[in-house]
């Protein structure tokens, strides 16, 4: 069973850094293209970064030189490096991803959700 997990958040006070990770488990054959989401209280969850199998790279503008999306193929992991933290960052960060799998011995390709991680920028 493939499960994706996030961790690394946390509490850090304006300006600060946090780094997230997004690790993939289970009958993997290859992480695709993975996307960070984030969702504030009373808000729609939206996209913050996304990186392709590929390594190609889109940001949302609000986190545009602040944030930075990488992935290392081999952990099956995808990290964001969080600089320059503001208020309005905090909420639940989640990753998502299109991960290939073998399955009850078939070859399947699904999108999956992690749980979330809580992100609170506050002094």
């Known amino acids: 069973q493939v499960q994706l997990v996030e961790s690394g958040g946390g509490l850090v006070q304006p300006g600060g850094s946090l780094t997230l990770s997004c690790a993939a488990s289970?009958?993997?054959?290859?992480?695709?293209?993975v996307g960070w989401y984030r969702q504030a209280p009373g808000k729609q969850r939206g996209s913050v970064a996304r990186i392709t199998s590929g390594g190609g790279i889109n940001y949302a503008d609000s986190v545009k030189g602040r944030f930075t999306i990488s992935r290392d193929n081999a952990k099956n992991t995808v990290y964001l490096q969080m600089i320059s933290l503001k208020p309005e960052d905090t909420a639940v960060y989640y990753c998502n991803a299109d991960i290939s799998s073998i399955s009850g011995g078939a070859y399947r390709v699904q999108n999956y959700w992690g749980q979330g991680t809580q992100v609170t920028v506050s002094s």
């Open positions: 289970g009958s993997i054959v290859r992480l695709n293209a």
